[in-house]
């Protein structure tokens, strides 16, 4: 996951240069955010090639620059990834819900980090990250705007969360809630409740976790 954040923060941002990827060793090549070769080195050539081709859309062009002596270098034709990446920041975890965002973000003042590229949003999206470009949001705020349903909205907060594209501290709030729902604290209620509330603090627990990590910049 810590890979493909760090290279769609490289593509959003419109970065130049070389990404080096540690495990398996790997370059990845950028000009103004887009890909433009792949490079590996000959005795880990199978596992990174592997990994890299995840990043190519279908029918782009890659081929193998044979005059390079230690690196297996694929040039392809310029490709901007945002799209790929933002599939593999969505691959589903343990919990994929964004039921909770709303509760967990509550009043938090919102702001993005960068501009995703328009290649992996939807319209509705675009207007979305127009208004937290524009300034900071709260959530009750791209509510009341109406471009987007709540649902959606949730969804692309999540995804700019996990990306490491939006600016917001919910640690207090957590903390809160991680007071009211925690299991052990509920030991009180019925088996039904219980069950509910555990649901709920595991749901906020990873949507905090994903904050965290923004802020921390570790990763899995």
Not at 22 to 35: C, K, M, N, T
Not at 160 to 177: F, K, N, P, W
Request: charged share 25%.
């Amino acid at each position: 996951m810590r890979f493909a954040r760090l290279l769609f923060a490289v593509a959003a941002r419109g970065s130049s240069g070389a990404v080096l990827v540690d495990s398996p060793p790997a370059r990845i090549e950028f000009v103004q955010g887009w890909i433009h070769a792949l490079a590996f080195p000959e005795g880990d050539a199978a596992r990174s090639e592997d990994l890299l081709l995840q990043l190519l859309p279908r029918a782009t062009t890659f081929r193998y620059d044979e005059t390079a002596p230690t690196l297996g270098l694929g040039r392809v034709e310029p490709f901007h990834p945002g799209r790929v990446l933002r599939q593999i920041i969505e691959t589903p975890g343990p919990s994929n819900s964004t039921d909770d965002l709303p509760l967990l973000l509550g009043h938090q003042v919102m702001a993005l980090r960068f501009v995703p590229h328009s290649s992996c949003l939807a319209p509705d999206e675009e207007r979305l990250v127009a208004l937290l470009d524009s300034s900071p949001q709260r959530w009750d705020d791209l509510v009341r705007a109406g471009v987007a349903t709540p649902q959606r909205t949730a969804a692309l907060l999540t995804f700019l969360l996990r990306a490491g594209a939006l600016e917001v501290d919910v640690r207090a709030t957590y903390l809160d809630l991680a007071r009211e729902l925690h299991p052990d604290l509920n030991s009180h209620l019925s088996d039904e409740l219980r069950r509910e509330r555990e649901q709920r603090f595991r749901a906020v627990t990873e949507i905090y976790r994903t904050l965290a990590i923004d802020k921390s910049g570790e990763g899995s």
